[in-house]
């Protein structure tokens, strides 16, 4: 059984920083992708990053794009979302999501709150 776990939200004043992490456990031999996705309330969830592991590939959604940064440490199945200048329009719970052997995964999601 695989396990995604994110931690490392919180509330955070406008144009400050947040690091996100996704921890995947379980039994694992490869991992093709990890997403991030995000949900604010009374949205439908939004895609958010990529990382490609195969070849290191990472994207980010316009909105976040030049603020949010992806990364994954392949040894310890890790994955990170590094948030700069956020917006209170930033405001959702955000959700790691993998692909892993064909199946896909969730994490339950982490409370990110950009307030003053």
């Known amino acids: 059984q695989v396990q995604l776990v994110e931690s490392g939200g919180g509330l955070v004043q406008p144009g400050g920083s947040l690091r996100l992490s996704c921890a995947a456990s379980?039994?694992?031999?490869?991992?093709?992708?990890m997403r991030w996705y995000r949900q604010a309330p009374g949205k439908e969830r939004e895609w958010v990053a990529v990382?490609?592991?195969?070849?290191?590939?990472?994207n980010t959604a316009d909105s976040v794009k030049g603020r949010f940064t992806i990364s994954r440490e392949r040894g310890k199945n890790m994955m990170y979302l590094q948030m700069n200048s956020l917006k209170p329009e930033d405001t959702a719970v955000y959700y790691c999501?993998?692909?892993?052997?064909?199946?896909?995964?969730w994490g339950q999601g982490t409370q990110v709150t950009v307030s003053s």
């Open positions: 990382v490609i592991t195969k070849n290191g590939f990472t």
């Open positions: 379980g039994r694992i031999i490869s991992i093709t992708a």
């Open positions: 999501h993998a692909l892993i052997e064909g199946r896909t995964y």
